[in-house]
T-cell receptor, first 114, second 113 residues
């Protein structure tokens, strides 16, 4: 199984450009999440989808939009990229019945905004 | 003040040393306590989790929770260079919050041969 797959792995954008980060999981998980990770800041939740058809804001949603396309896929869109959005983005998923609430992460998408 | 505090390090130790990684927290509702390990340029992976107080051991790794002090620890015995990674603590309440854990900032560990 591939687990959580993110594309692209690397991207360089100019200020004002738009792009979409794609995420897909093959574990039949209900919940999916988008985090950003910056040096010294740890993981910060951008948006999450508790189940297919629902999305909610996390800690740092400004400048982002999300779409839960189906149970497998959860995309993150930057409409007008800014240098402050330079970061590593992680998608994660969680299945039902996982007592600890364990999240399964993708390998990350490294975004640079010039 | 963040809900979960974790010293970012880096922590540099010689191979074979006992490593102690720690987090403090302020939310008394937290019941599940997790440790994730993140290798360079990879996503975090769950290493261990503990429910409520007490100890849990898995090979060279021991997780401890002291709820009275709001303090959790991860001990690594006989540390190896392959243990070099960033270790993130995470915790969540028993119910509600859509099972979203609160993460610490992570501690970078370097085990040198």
């Amino acid at each position: 199984n591939a687990g959580v797959t993110q594309t692209p792995k690397f991207q360089v954008l100019k200020t004002g450009q738009s792009m979409t980060l794609q995420c897909a999981q093959d574990m039949n998980h209900n919940s999916m999440y988008w985090y950003r990770q910056d040096p010294g800041m740890g993981l910060r939740l951008i948006y999450y989808s508790a189940s297919e058809g629902t999305t909610d804001k996390g800690e740092v949603p400004n400048g982002y939009n999300v779409s839960r396309l189906n149970k497998r896929e959860f995309s993150l869109r930057l409409e007008s990229a800014a240098p402050s959005q330079t970061s590593v983005y992680f998608c994660a998923s969680r299945g039902l019945g996982q007592g600890s609430g364990e999240l399964f992460f993708g390998e990350g998408s490294r975004l640079t905004v010039l | 003040q963040k809900e979960v505090e974790q010293d970012p390090g880096p922590l540099s130790v010689p191979e074979g040393a006992i490593v102690s990684l720690n987090c403090t927290y302020s939310n008394s509702a937290f019941q599940y306590f997790m440790w994730y390990r993140q290798y360079s340029r990879k996503g975090p992976e769950l290493l261990m989790y503990t429910y409520s107080s007490g100890n849990k051991e898995d090979g060279r790794f021991t997780a401890q929770v002291d709820k009275s002090s709001k303090y959790i620890s991860l001990f690594i015995r006989d540390s190896q260079p392959s243990d070099s990674a960033t270790y993130l603590c995470a915790m969540r309440a028993l119910a509600g919050g859509s099972y979203i854990p609160t993460f610490g900032r992570g501690t970078s560990l370097i085990v040198h041969p």
